[in-house]
Protein backbone atom coordinates (compact mmCIF):
# COMPACT_ATOMS: atom_id res chain seq x y z
CA UNK A 1 0.00 0.00 0.00
CA UNK A 2 1.52 3.37 -1.11
CA UNK A 3 1.10 6.44 0.44
CA UNK A 4 -1.31 7.74 -1.61
CA UNK A 5 -3.64 4.33 -1.20
CA UNK A 6 -2.99 5.09 1.70
CA UNK A 7 -4.73 8.26 1.89
CA UNK A 8 -7.45 7.32 -0.41
CA UNK A 9 -8.35 4.24 1.78
CA UNK A 10 -8.50 6.83 4.70
CA UNK A 11 -10.60 9.29 3.27
CA UNK A 12 -13.28 7.17 2.56
CA UNK A 13 -13.10 4.97 5.69
CA UNK A 14 -13.62 8.35 7.43
CA UNK A 15 -16.17 10.05 5.78
CA UNK A 16 -18.34 6.83 5.61
CA UNK A 17 -18.50 7.54 9.69
CA UNK A 18 -18.34 10.98 9.68
CA UNK A 19 -21.35 12.06 7.33
CA UNK A 20 -20.35 15.75 8.87
CA UNK A 21 -16.93 15.44 7.25
CA UNK A 22 -18.09 15.40 3.69
CA UNK A 23 -20.91 18.03 4.68
CA UNK A 24 -18.13 20.37 5.73
CA UNK A 25 -16.12 19.47 2.87
CA UNK A 26 -19.11 20.34 0.22
CA UNK A 27 -20.33 23.61 2.39
CA UNK A 28 -16.50 25.12 1.66
CA UNK A 29 -16.17 23.66 -2.25
CA UNK A 30 -19.03 26.13 -3.12
CA UNK A 31 -18.15 29.03 -1.31
CA UNK A 32 -15.03 28.47 -3.30
CA UNK A 33 -12.43 27.05 -0.91
CA UNK A 34 -9.47 24.68 -1.88
CA UNK A 35 -9.33 22.18 1.52
CA UNK A 36 -6.03 21.18 1.78
CA UNK A 37 -5.58 18.20 4.84
CA UNK A 38 -3.08 19.27 7.72
CA UNK A 39 -2.51 16.44 8.94
CA UNK A 40 -4.27 13.03 9.97
CA UNK A 41 -4.17 11.02 13.51
CA UNK A 42 -3.93 7.68 14.34
CA UNK A 43 -4.51 5.73 17.82
CA UNK A 44 -3.30 2.46 19.21
CA UNK A 45 -2.70 0.76 22.37
CA UNK A 46 0.87 0.09 23.54
CA UNK A 47 0.71 -4.03 23.06
CA UNK A 48 2.99 -5.40 21.12
CA UNK A 49 0.71 -6.27 18.44
CA UNK A 50 0.20 -3.31 17.83
CA UNK A 51 2.53 -0.71 19.38
CA UNK A 52 3.67 2.81 17.73
CA UNK A 53 6.60 1.68 16.51
CA UNK A 54 5.09 -1.08 13.83
CA UNK A 55 3.37 1.92 12.26
CA UNK A 56 6.50 4.47 12.86
CA UNK A 57 8.08 1.58 10.43
CA UNK A 58 5.50 2.13 7.78
CA UNK A 59 5.51 6.03 7.89
CA UNK A 60 9.41 5.78 7.94
CA UNK A 61 9.70 3.78 4.87
CA UNK A 62 7.55 6.01 2.81
CA UNK A 63 9.98 8.69 3.29
CA UNK A 64 8.55 10.07 6.70
CA UNK A 65 10.96 11.38 9.59
CA UNK A 66 9.84 10.95 13.03
CA UNK A 67 9.48 14.80 14.87
CA UNK A 68 8.46 15.56 18.17
CA UNK A 69 7.17 13.48 21.42
CA UNK A 70 4.63 14.56 23.56
CA UNK A 71 2.64 13.41 26.34
CA UNK A 72 -0.43 13.84 28.15
CA UNK A 73 -0.11 12.07 32.24
CA UNK A 74 -3.91 12.81 32.43
CA UNK A 75 -4.79 10.43 29.20
CA UNK A 76 -2.06 8.04 29.92
CA UNK A 77 -1.05 8.99 26.10
CA UNK A 78 2.54 9.04 24.60
CA UNK A 79 2.28 10.71 20.96
CA UNK A 80 5.04 11.66 18.45
CA UNK A 81 4.59 13.47 14.96
CA UNK A 82 5.78 12.85 11.78
CA UNK A 83 6.61 14.75 8.16
CA UNK A 84 7.50 13.59 4.81
CA UNK A 85 11.28 14.60 4.26
CA UNK A 86 11.03 15.30 1.21
CA UNK A 87 6.76 15.92 0.07
CA UNK A 88 6.14 18.76 2.04
CA UNK A 89 2.74 18.73 0.81
CA UNK A 90 2.18 14.94 2.11
CA UNK A 91 -0.09 15.72 5.26
CA UNK A 92 1.66 14.95 8.63
CA UNK A 93 0.85 12.21 10.81
CA UNK A 94 0.64 12.55 14.16
CA UNK A 95 0.09 8.86 16.39
CA UNK A 96 -1.00 8.54 20.45
CA UNK A 97 -0.32 5.32 22.30
CA UNK A 98 -2.20 4.58 25.38
CA UNK A 99 0.00 3.03 27.91
CA UNK A 100 -1.76 -0.07 29.34
CA UNK A 101 1.16 -0.55 31.93
CA UNK A 102 -0.70 2.48 33.56
CA UNK A 103 -4.03 0.66 34.36
CA UNK A 104 -5.55 -1.84 36.52
CA UNK A 105 -5.15 -6.27 35.54
CA UNK A 106 -9.03 -6.00 34.56
CA UNK A 107 -8.86 -3.37 32.46
CA UNK A 108 -5.40 -5.09 30.58
CA UNK A 109 -6.96 -8.17 30.76
CA UNK A 110 -10.24 -7.33 28.32
CA UNK A 111 -7.80 -4.96 26.00
CA UNK A 112 -5.34 -8.55 25.77
CA UNK A 113 -8.62 -10.18 25.12
CA UNK A 114 -9.56 -8.34 22.02
CA UNK A 115 -5.81 -8.35 20.87
CA UNK A 116 -5.81 -12.13 20.20
CA UNK A 117 -7.76 -11.09 17.29
CA UNK A 118 -4.62 -9.84 15.59
CA UNK A 119 -2.17 -12.02 13.99
CA UNK A 120 1.01 -12.47 15.32
CA UNK A 121 3.75 -10.45 13.01
CA UNK A 122 0.88 -8.04 11.40
CA UNK A 123 2.71 -5.34 9.84
CA UNK A 124 0.99 -1.73 9.72
CA UNK A 125 -0.88 -2.66 6.49
CA UNK A 126 -1.90 -6.10 7.47
CA UNK A 127 -3.42 -3.96 10.64
CA UNK A 128 -5.22 -1.29 8.50
CA UNK A 129 -6.61 -3.89 6.67
CA UNK A 130 -7.84 -5.65 9.63
CA UNK A 131 -9.45 -2.36 10.84
CA UNK A 132 -11.73 -3.55 13.74
CA UNK A 133 -10.74 -7.48 13.83
CA UNK A 134 -11.93 -7.92 17.32
CA UNK A 135 -15.42 -5.34 17.23
CA UNK A 136 -17.82 -8.70 16.71
CA UNK A 137 -16.98 -9.80 20.27
CA UNK A 138 -17.06 -7.12 21.99
CA UNK A 139 -20.14 -6.14 24.72
CA UNK A 140 -21.20 -2.86 24.84
CA UNK A 141 -21.15 -3.34 29.07
CA UNK A 142 -16.99 -4.42 28.50
CA UNK A 143 -17.05 -0.68 26.27
CA UNK A 144 -18.98 1.27 28.69
CA UNK A 145 -15.88 -0.39 31.14
CA UNK A 146 -13.28 0.90 29.42
CA UNK A 147 -14.69 4.66 28.84
CA UNK A 148 -14.97 4.38 32.95
CA UNK A 149 -11.39 4.16 32.73
CA UNK A 150 -10.23 6.20 28.87
CA UNK A 151 -12.56 7.62 26.51
CA UNK A 152 -9.37 6.95 24.44
CA UNK A 153 -9.26 3.08 24.68
CA UNK A 154 -13.49 2.44 24.12
CA UNK A 155 -12.96 4.91 20.96
CA UNK A 156 -10.11 2.22 20.08
CA UNK A 157 -12.17 -0.18 21.03
CA UNK A 158 -15.15 -0.20 18.96
CA UNK A 159 -13.35 1.90 16.26
CA UNK A 160 -10.32 0.10 15.30
CA UNK A 161 -7.14 1.25 13.71
CA UNK A 162 -8.27 4.08 11.20
CA UNK A 163 -7.93 7.96 10.70
CA UNK A 164 -9.35 9.22 13.84
CA UNK A 165 -9.37 12.74 12.33
CA UNK A 166 -8.64 14.74 9.22
CA UNK A 167 -7.41 18.48 9.49
CA UNK A 168 -8.22 21.52 7.41
CA UNK A 169 -4.95 23.73 6.92
CA UNK A 170 -7.10 27.09 7.07
CA UNK A 171 -3.55 28.31 5.91
CA UNK A 172 -4.56 27.47 2.45
CA UNK A 173 -8.42 28.99 2.19
CA UNK A 174 -9.23 32.34 1.49
CA UNK A 175 -12.62 33.45 2.99
CA UNK A 176 -12.13 31.20 6.27
CA UNK A 177 -8.60 31.77 6.77
CA UNK A 178 -8.65 31.91 10.61
CA UNK A 179 -10.16 29.64 13.42
CA UNK A 180 -12.73 32.50 14.22
CA UNK A 181 -13.90 32.68 10.93
CA UNK A 182 -14.12 28.76 10.41
CA UNK A 183 -16.23 28.32 13.70
CA UNK A 184 -18.59 30.83 12.83
CA UNK A 185 -19.25 29.10 9.81
CA UNK A 186 -19.76 25.87 11.44
CA UNK A 187 -21.87 27.30 13.91
CA UNK A 188 -23.75 28.85 11.27
CA UNK A 189 -24.47 25.62 9.75
CA UNK A 190 -25.12 23.78 13.32
CA UNK A 191 -21.87 22.05 13.62
CA UNK A 192 -21.01 21.12 17.06
CA UNK A 193 -17.86 22.34 18.53
CA UNK A 194 -15.53 20.93 21.02
CA UNK A 195 -15.34 23.64 23.69
CA UNK A 196 -13.01 21.61 25.97
CA UNK A 197 -10.37 24.37 27.09
CA UNK A 198 -12.51 27.21 24.97
CA UNK A 199 -13.42 26.92 21.20
CA UNK A 200 -9.93 28.47 20.05
CA UNK A 201 -7.04 26.71 21.12
CA UNK A 202 -3.46 27.99 21.09
CA UNK A 203 -2.41 31.11 19.53
CA UNK A 204 0.44 32.73 17.76
CA UNK A 205 2.10 32.65 20.72
CA UNK A 206 2.35 29.38 20.50
CA UNK A 207 2.69 29.39 16.72
CA UNK A 208 -0.49 27.05 16.14
CA UNK A 209 -4.46 28.03 16.37
CA UNK A 210 -7.10 24.86 16.42
CA UNK A 211 -10.46 24.11 16.55
CA UNK A 212 -12.28 20.79 15.66
CA UNK A 213 -15.75 19.67 15.91
CA UNK A 214 -17.08 16.92 18.34
CA UNK A 215 -17.17 13.60 17.42
CA UNK A 216 -20.13 12.21 14.65
CA UNK A 217 -22.43 9.57 16.76
CA UNK A 218 -23.09 6.36 14.94
CA UNK A 219 -25.01 3.07 16.01
CA UNK A 220 -22.98 0.36 16.42
CA UNK A 221 -24.10 -3.61 16.94
CA UNK A 222 -22.47 -5.02 19.69
CA UNK A 223 -22.13 -8.26 20.94
CA UNK A 224 -25.53 -7.62 23.34
CA UNK A 225 -27.53 -5.15 20.82
CA UNK A 226 -27.34 -2.06 18.89
CA UNK A 227 -26.21 1.30 20.55
CA UNK A 228 -24.86 4.83 20.05
CA UNK A 229 -21.17 6.04 19.93
CA UNK A 230 -18.82 8.57 19.01
CA UNK A 231 -16.88 7.75 15.72
CA UNK A 232 -14.57 10.66 13.94
CA UNK A 233 -14.13 14.96 13.91
CA UNK A 234 -12.52 17.33 11.69
CA UNK A 235 -10.60 19.28 12.43
CA UNK A 236 -8.89 23.09 11.72
CA UNK A 237 -5.74 24.12 12.02
CA UNK A 238 -4.13 27.90 11.39
CA UNK A 239 0.24 27.91 11.50
CA UNK A 240 2.47 30.64 11.91
CA UNK A 241 5.49 31.70 11.21
CA UNK A 242 8.53 31.34 13.52
CA UNK A 243 11.33 33.65 14.42
CA UNK A 244 13.13 31.79 11.16
CA UNK A 245 10.39 33.05 8.74
CA UNK A 246 8.92 29.23 8.61
CA UNK A 247 5.98 27.99 9.19
CA UNK A 248 5.48 25.80 12.73
CA UNK A 249 4.97 22.09 11.67
CA UNK A 250 4.74 20.65 15.04
CA UNK A 251 1.78 20.32 17.48
CA UNK A 252 0.87 22.05 20.98
CA UNK A 253 0.17 19.37 23.83
CA UNK A 254 -2.17 21.14 25.45
CA UNK A 255 -4.32 21.93 22.84
CA UNK A 256 -3.78 18.36 21.26
CA UNK A 257 -4.60 17.16 24.99
CA UNK A 258 -8.39 19.10 24.64
CA UNK A 259 -8.88 18.22 21.05
CA UNK A 260 -8.74 14.14 22.08
CA UNK A 261 -11.87 14.82 24.24
CA UNK A 262 -13.56 15.69 20.96
CA UNK A 263 -14.20 11.56 20.58
CA UNK A 264 -15.90 11.61 24.10
CA UNK A 265 -19.24 10.38 24.10
CA UNK A 266 -21.23 12.47 26.20
CA UNK A 267 -23.77 11.86 29.23
Not at 25 to 36: A, P, T, Y
Not at 42 to 70: P, Q
Not at 87 to 96: A, G, L, V, Y
Not at 100 to 106: E, K, M, N, Y
Request: glycine letters at 6%.
Amino acid sequence: MNLDEFFKKSWQDYIEITPSAKRIVSLLEKEGEVIKNDHIALRTFSHSKVKMDIFSDYFISKGYLKKDHYFFPEKKLNAFHFEHKEDFERPKIFISELDLGAFGPSFQSLIFELMEKIPLGSTFEDLYELGNPWFGDLSFKDYELLRTKSEYAAWLAVMGIRANHFTINLNNLKKYSTVQKINDFLKFHHFSLNTVGGEIKGGPGVFLEQSSTMADKINMTFSDGEFEVSSCYYEFALRYKREDGKYFQGFVANSAGNIFESTHLKG
